[in-house]
């Protein structure tokens, strides 16, 4: 699936539309970390790799950015067990 994710840094977010429903991951910035607070996917579009893509789009943009990364939202905290190509992210 090709998803046009979107990031908004005055919102703290990343964010896609799917068959019109929004899906976010919210995050908070504190000095040289990344806090990602949530991932929200509605139910009738899960199951799809939304919440997949918006964390690996989450972890580029920290990679980028120079950030470390607080996994604090448990879908964040088990993609980045599953992803070892980014635990040098893991703060």
């Given at each position: 699936?090709?998803?046009d994710i979107r990031h908004d840094p005055g919102?703290?977010?990343f964010?896609?539309?799917v068959d019109g429903a929004l899906c976010v991951l919210d995050y908070r910035l504190a000095g040289d970390s990344m806090t990602i607070t949530h991932?929200?996917?509605p139910p009738a579009v899960e199951g799809r790799g939304i919440a997949a893509a918006l964390t690996r789009a989450a972890m580029e943009s920290a990679r980028a950015q120079g950030l470390k990364v607080v996994p604090a939202c448990s879908y964040a905290a088990a993609w980045l067990?599953?992803?070892?190509?980014?635990?040098?992210l893991r703060a």
């Open positions: 699936m090709d998803l919102a703290q977010r964010e896609t539309r991932t929200g996917v067990r599953r992803h070892p190509e980014f635990a040098d």
